[in-house]
């Protein structure tokens, strides 16, 4: 699945909502996860090359879902 088909695949909820940051990007990883799902499902043994196809599937939603916890839900209660 391609960045576009990922971006493309997510509701727009309304932009001037609290949250509308953090749900679109729990959105896109929620994506990637996905993908990574049905590409293991379609596998019929592991490999070095699926284990790596997959590990690069994955790896930037690991720093982005710890940014969203480190600083996106780390702003002072007003």
Do not use: R
């Not at 293991?40 to 969203?68: F, Y």
């Amino acid at each position: 699945m391609t960045e576009t088909e990922i971006t493309n695949n997510i509701p727009q909820p309304d932009a001037n909502w609290d949250y509308y940051e953090v749900w679109q990007s729990l959105h896109s990883i929620k994506n990637k996860i996905d993908a990574g799902l049905k590409f293991i499902a379609d596998q019929e043994k592991s490999t070095p090359a699926t284990d790596q196809e997959l590990k690069g599937m994955l790896m930037d939603t690991v720093g982005k879902l710890e940014e969203i916890i480190d600083f996106d839900l780390t702003v002072p209660f007003e």
